[in-house]
């Protein structure tokens, strides 16, 4: 019999994983599988970063290294935050930690408590909703739909602010829509925060170099609300380091020291290879960042005009991330005779089994009528895998 806990048991399975999982062993029996489902770069790990790797183990930094990271790097992220973002946060306001996932359960339960209520924008990233769950507060989702690009308006969230309401969760440029918001909209979200005390903020800003149009701002810019922000980021996506695990957030002195504290029981301090790498990835010159991000571009334009040629599919074109956000509603309640499709997992499943295509099904994100396409692969695939996906939907009556 087995005994597990009820908060274990509260939390889901992460439908972007399983769906990465699937697509491994249906690829590990030899099928023909088209991956669009997992948000990650396929490019390699740039190799000034992979030296710095190597010299980092033959200079032996194989001890324990400090709880919040080493002093170096969080000057460098220090640096970063000031240089790029506008904003200043001292290294002892930086904590680094296993990836940005890491990063944002740390601060969630540093603040959380039971009961406590956290704003969810949706579409939203699959962990946000069961890290608040695990945490014991109330997930509270403000949903936007596609033709409002997939932002919500400030009235919406001064409308599901109450007196419960400890924290909002904002992501910017989004996973899984792609959708940047301006300055003008990040600084009407901001003045909304800045008339509730006590009210905190999120700003997950991972995908804040691969933005197609305008400029990333970040929240905590803001003077007004800069107390109030707790700014996550991380090397994964911005310099192909998904595998190295590095997160780190920029917060207000007190959260700082509360995950450095709760990150001392649970992990202590993370790899210091992994660390060494990633100060080598914010000393770098950019030249990675720069041909990743133009990539991303000519395939987005790729992705989306194939897909706007599908029929019953609607498309906002992305500005920022790797992610297309199709509405796939028409779809609903079709058969091909043999399978019935009445919802976007439902789907996503028939496109692997049809078409050999890995998708993951809306219904994680907060947004059941769609699915999220990740156009982080090559070209060629893109190309091959909308033919699939328009074959597989043909049949559908």
């Known amino acids: ?161 109450t007196n419960k309401t400890r924290l909002i969760i904002f992501n910017s440029p989004s996973n899984p829509t792609g959708m940047v918001y301006d300055r003008n909209e990040i600084e009407k979200i901001a003045r909304v925060v800045g008339k509730h005390e006590g009210v905190f903020i999120i700003s997950d800003e991972i995908y804040e170099h691969i933005i197609f149009t305008g400029e990333h701002v970040s929240l905590a810019s803001f003077d007004f609300i800069y107390d109030r922000v707790i700014t996550v980021n991380g090397v994964s996506k911005g310099y192909a380091m998904t595998g190295w695990r590095i997160g780190y957030i920029g917060a207000p002195l007190w959260i700082a020291k509360a995950c450095n504290k709760l990150q001392g029981q649970f992990t202590s301090g ?65 058969t091909d005779g043999e399978t019935k499709i009445t919802n976007s997992d439902e789907l996503a499943l028939y496109l692997l089994d049809k078409a050999q295509v890995a998708t993951v099904g809306g219904d994680a994100f907060g947004a059941p009528e769609c699915l999220r396409i990740s156009y982080a692969t090559s070209d060629d695939l893109l190309i091959e895998a909308v033919k699939r996906i328009k074959g597989a939907l043909g049949k559908l009556r």
């Open 1 to 161: 019999m087995e005994y597990l806990s009820d908060r274990v048991k509260s939390l889901s399975v992460s439908q972007t994983l399983a769906m990465a999982q699937k697509s491994r062993e249906l690829k590990a029996k030899g099928i023909d599988i088209i991956s669009l489902g997992l948000g990650e770069p396929d490019f390699n790990t740039p190799d000034y970063i992979k030296e710095a790797a190597k010299k980092a183990i033959d200079e032996n930094y194989s001890k324990y290294p400090p709880v919040p990271g080493y002093a170096d790097l969080r000057e460098a992220i220090s640096r970063k935050f000031k240089v790029e973002n506008g904003v200043t946060y001292s290294p002892d306001q930086i904590i680094v930690s296993a990836g940005a996932k890491h990063s944002l359960i740390n601060v969630i339960l540093s603040i959380v408590n039971p009961g406590d209520e956290v704003i969810i924008l949706a579409p939203y990233w699959v962990s946000y909703y069961d890290q608040v769950i695990f945490a014991e507060g109330k997930p509270v989702v403000i949903g936007a739909k596609i033709e409002n690009d997939f932002k919500i308006r400030p009235e919406q969230l001064e409308a599901a602010i």
């Open 270 to 334: 993370v790899c210091s290879i992994a660390q060494r790498a990633s100060l080598a990835a914010l000393q770098g010159n950019g030249d990675s960042q720069r041909i990743m991000k133009a990539a991303f571009l000519r395939r987005r334009d790729l992705i989306c005009g194939l897909l706007k040629e599908v029929k019953g599919i609607k498309v906002r074109i992305p500005q920022g991330a790797f992610y297309v956000m199709p509405d796939i509603s028409f779809y609903f309640g079709k």
